[in-house]
Structure formats: structure tokens, C-alpha cells
Antibody, heavy 118, light 107 residues
Framework: EEQLVESGGGLVQPGGSLRLSCAAS????????MNWVRQAPGKGLEWVAN????????YYVDSVKGRFTISRDNAKKSLFLQMNSLRADDTAAYYC????????????WGQGTLVTVS | DIQMTQSPSSVSASVGDRVTITCRAS??????LAWHQQKPGKAPKLLIY???SLQTGVPSRFSGSGSGADFTLTISSLQPEDFATYYC?????????FGPGTKVDIK
């Protein structure tokens, strides 16, 4: 069964750092683009970043460029999001999500981890 | 960046109703569009990809259509488990963007 399990969320002060992890199982992790998507409390979905299969291509939404870094370890079937210089408006549930087989839409979602900046 | 809009923002409907949600992109995106369903307190779930392809395991009462800039998600006969918020997502160019969501609730 396909599974994505996020960890690393929590409470952090403004200006602080946090590293999110996502453990994948049930599919060939190295075959897929991977994404981070966030959702502020009571708000809609916001795509944050993604990374291609071998980690050579990375893309970010403007609001996190220079502060967040996405990375992956295919041997460990893991995705990461290093978040620095955190701000109150980064408060959200962060979802790890697999890309599609035939396109780069978000095809499968983890359960999310909550990051609170306060 | 490509902006996504959805209409309506919310709709009240009854079990058995036909429900149609519209998504519009600020520029043409071909068929690089997905639809996701999210229930309260849960992670989203992919319903439709490539504008009209049904994700495995999704009931056939869900369908998608459109290309270019205008897309629709149709639920042919609303079921109790379909009350949720629906989001469109473009995957044509970075940064990927989601629509603001359409909440389907009970009339």
C-alpha cells in the first residue's frame, strides 16, 4: 500500500528553523517528482516546492525562495524540506505529495504535519 | 504565475443532485489540470488528472472536462460522502497553483 508519512512539524519562534521529513513506502520513490504543499488554518492549498527524480531540478513558490530548501534521499526513500527564517505566515499543515505517472499534478498525498510559527 | 479561479465558491446541494464546478486558468494550460477533494480534517485526494482522466478507485459519478483555460468538474448524482471542498490544480508551469476551492455542503 502506498504511504507517505511526514514528521518534524512543531512550534517554532519567528526567525527559527525546522526540517520536515517524509518517509515513502509502497511505490518506487526514485521514479517520481515529489512535492510539498501547505495549507494555512482554514485556508486553501498552496503549492510550496517540488523536486525531480534525481534531485537535479527544484522549483519553489516565490514566498519561500531563499528560505526553504527541498531535497531527497532516494536510497532512504525520503523527502525533506529545510525551512529557515520562518515567519508567522508560514504557519500551516505541510503535506508531502507524490507527482503523477503521466504528469506532474499532485497524485498522492501524505497526512500532513503541522508547523506553527509563534 | 498562472492564476486559478473557481466558481462557485460554495454550493448547497441535496443527495442525488447534479453538481458542476468550474475552474478557469489565467492563461492556457492545455489539459494540465487536476481536481482534488478534501474532507474536513483530512488530506486531499486526487480525483481527476489530465483534465478528464479518472484516478483509479474514484467513482464514475465524478467526471472532468475542458482544455485550454476553462474546465469543469461534474458530480452526476451527489452522494453523502461527496460533501467536501474541491480544488483544481494546474501542472502546466511552475509555480504550480491551486484554485481557491469550492465547498459542497448539504442543502
Amino acid at each position: 500500500e502506498e504511504q507517505l508519512v511526514e514528521s518534524g512539524g512543531g512550534l517554532v519562534q519567528p526567525g527559527g528553523s525546522l526540517r520536515l521529513s517524509c518517509a515513502a513506502s509502497g511505490f518506487t520513490f526514485s521514479n517520481y517528482w515529489m512535492n510539498w504543499v501547505r495549507q494555512a488554518p482554514g485556508k486553501g492549498l498552496e503549492w510550496v516546492a517540488n523536486i525531480n527524480q534525481d534531485g537535479s531540478e527544484k522549483y519553489y513558490v516565490d514566498s519561500v525562495k531563499g528560505r526553504f530548501t527541498i531535497s531527497r534521499d532516494n536510497a532512504k526513500k525520503s523527502l525533506f524540506l529545510q525551512m529557515n527564517s520562518l515567519r508567522a505566515d508560514d504557519t500551516a499543515a505541510y503535506y508531502c505529495a507524490r507527482g503523477g505517472t503521466t504528469g506532474n499534478w499532485v497524485a498522492f498525498w501524505g497526512q500532513g504535519t503541522l508547523v506553527t510559527v509563534s | 504565475d498562472i492564476q486559478m479561479t473557481q466558481s462557485p465558491s460554495s454550493v448547497s446541494a441535496s443527495v442525488g443532485d447534479r453538481v458542476t464546478i468550474t475552474c478557469r486558468a489565467s492563461q492556457g494550460i492545455g489539459t494540465w489540470l487536476a481536481w482534488h477533494q478534501q474532507k474536513p480534517g483530512k488530506a486531499p485526494k486526487l480525483l481527476i488528472y489530465a483534465a478528464s482522466s479518472l484516478q483509479t478507485g474514484v467513482p464514475s459519478r465524478f467526471s472532468g472536462s475542458g482544455s485550454g483555460a476553462d474546465f469543469t468538474l461534474t458530480i452526476s448524482s451527489l452522494q453523502p460522502e461527496d460533501f467536501a471542498t474541491y480544488y483544481c490544480q494546474q501542472a502546466n508551469s511552475f509555480p504550480f497553483t491551486f484554485g481557491p476551492g469550492t465547498k459542497v455542503d448539504i442543502k
